[in-house]
């Protein structure tokens, strides 16, 4: 067989593997390792490259921003941010018709700006707003379909492990993808939000009036927001402003992994001042990161040994050069790439659907004309992806947000969970095609700033 045939037949062997359950990380390894075996005839050859490669991954300084974002989540969870901006945005709107689960979704919003991870958002928000809302009224399926939802934010709103990952991937500027990441991630809250709206005018008894909050208790629980304002602002602006005013010659305060940094030991002390860190939290909080960069790294050394052998393969070079001979619009390959991750989605986790896909996809579309720049495109589609990837995480059999919101909600049937995302399945879908029309919404701040 040829080199993109092997690469072919690896890939559906390695698909049946995971729907085997072994694990993702495991089946891309063993996937790879056995696939350059077959392309070199020689089982010294792939033993000898995984010397370097391993190095040549864990090596990556932008690698190590991972878990300090990992462990600067696990601090905002413990510090009680997460309850504040639920019941100050519960303010401000629980006396509108589904009010609280639009608050519900702006407190994600805001909890994903200082946690970076779906799963992270959609259990903390779950533990605060869920008990709130079935408490008052709200129908099971709006209650369990927006948190799960709502969860997703945290990969779209930066920071995000996954939009540093696929930076990895192609190269790219972190910075630069954390700031295209802004606009599309407030579209999606806002999304969000009419969706409830919809929701509830439809359906009005699912989402009902709560009463309405004095505007001095307003005012007083709005500053109880600050250090999730703040810590964003420092990141952000530390990593993304242009500081040249404040000393000439300095672009950015300080790097992306710096920035990490700076952010975990913000969120660290907020949560030790009060008192929701405490040295047993601190522990805890230390393993929960171990474990989970265990996981991320895990998946990127098997992800690292399969890309590997596609690269031995040809694969992804003769797959561009066939899109390219292809006599379709750029807009029906990109259309088809979306549709694919779509129903990877529907099996597969967002970091694997990352490692696996984006070095196969990423190539082929450079060979499509876009009217973009590498660059341009790179952003671009990394947006997109994100976004398709985000709806795999709500969407069944393996959407994770819906198993761990549902878990919250022990008496509530799975089905009335997977009922109550449908609409916001839909306003994702609506937003994805915005977005991969009209290109310039994701990469408008960028121009701007850079």
Not at 51 to 76: C, H, N, R
Not at 125 to 140: H, I, K, N, T
Request: hydrophobic residues 55%; proline residues 6%; aromatic residues 10%.
């Amino acid at each position: 067989m040829s080199g993109p045939e092997t690469a072919l037949v690896a890939f559906v062997l390695m698909l049946g593997a995971i729907f085997l359950r072994v694990p993702i990380g495991a089946a891309m390894a063993a996937t790879g390792f056995a696939g350059m075996w077959v392309l070199l005839g020689n089982p010294n050859a792939p033993l000898s490259q995984l010397k370097t490669l391993t190095y040549d991954t864990f090596s990556s300084y932008s690698l190590s921003i991972v878990p300090l974002f990992l462990l600067m989540g696990q601090f905002a969870t413990r510090a009680g941010i997460s309850a504040a901006l639920f019941r100050s945005a519960s303010d401000f709107l629980g006396h509108r018709r589904g009010g609280v689960a639009m608050a519900a979704v702006g407190a994600c919003a805001g909890f994903g700006a200082v946690c970076g991870s779906s799963l992270a958002t959609a259990s903390t928000m779950g533990q605060v707003a869920l008990p709130e809302m079935r408490a008052r009224g709200y129908s099971d399926a709006l209650s369990t379909g927006v948190l799960a939802a709502g969860g997703t934010l945290g990969i779209l709103i930066p920071p995000s492990v996954i939009l540093v990952i696929y930076a990895i991937l192609t190269e790219q500027n972190i910075v630069k993808m954390f700031v295209a990441a802004l606009v599309p991630g407030i579209l999606a809250a806002v999304g969000y939000m009419i969706t409830v709206a919809v929701y509830v005018r439809l359906r009005p008894d699912a989402g009902p009036v709560a009463p309405r909050v004095p505007w001095g208790l307003r005012l007083r629980r709005l500053g109880g927001i600050w250090p999730v304002v703040a810590i964003f602002g420092l990141v952000m602006g530390g990593i993304a402003a242009d500081w040249n005013w404040v000393r000439p010659g300095v672009q950015a305060l300080f790097t992306p992994t710096e920035g990490a940094a700076v952010g975990a030991v913000a969120t660290g002390l907020y949560g030790w001042l009060q008192g929701g860190l405490d040295r047993k939290g601190l522990i805890e909080a230390i393993l929960s990161t171990a474990q989970a960069t265990g996981m991320i790294f895990f998946i990127v050394f098997g992800a690292a040994i399969f890309n590997s052998f596609l690269a031995f393969s040809q694969a992804p070079q003769a797959l561009s050069a066939w899109v390219a001979g292809l006599d379709v619009s750029p807009m029906m390959v990109l259309a088809l790439v979306l549709l694919a991750y779509l129903v990877f989605g529907c099996v597969m986790d967002s970091l694997s659907m990352i490692l696996l896909t984006v070095p196969v996809f990423y190539p082929m579309l450079l060979a499509v004309d876009f009217g973009l720049s590498p660059e341009e495109l790179a952003i671009w589609f990394g947006i997109l992806v994100l976004i398709v990837v985000e709806v795999g995480l709500i969407t069944p059999p393996v959407g994770m947000n819906l198993f761990i919101i549902n878990g919250m909600a022990r008496n509530v049937p799975m089905g009335r969970t997977y009922a109550g995302v449908l609409p916001f399945v839909a306003s994702d879908l609506i937003r994805t095609v915005i977005l991969a029309a009209f290109p310039g919404i994701t990469l408008w701040l960028v121009g701007v700033m850079f």
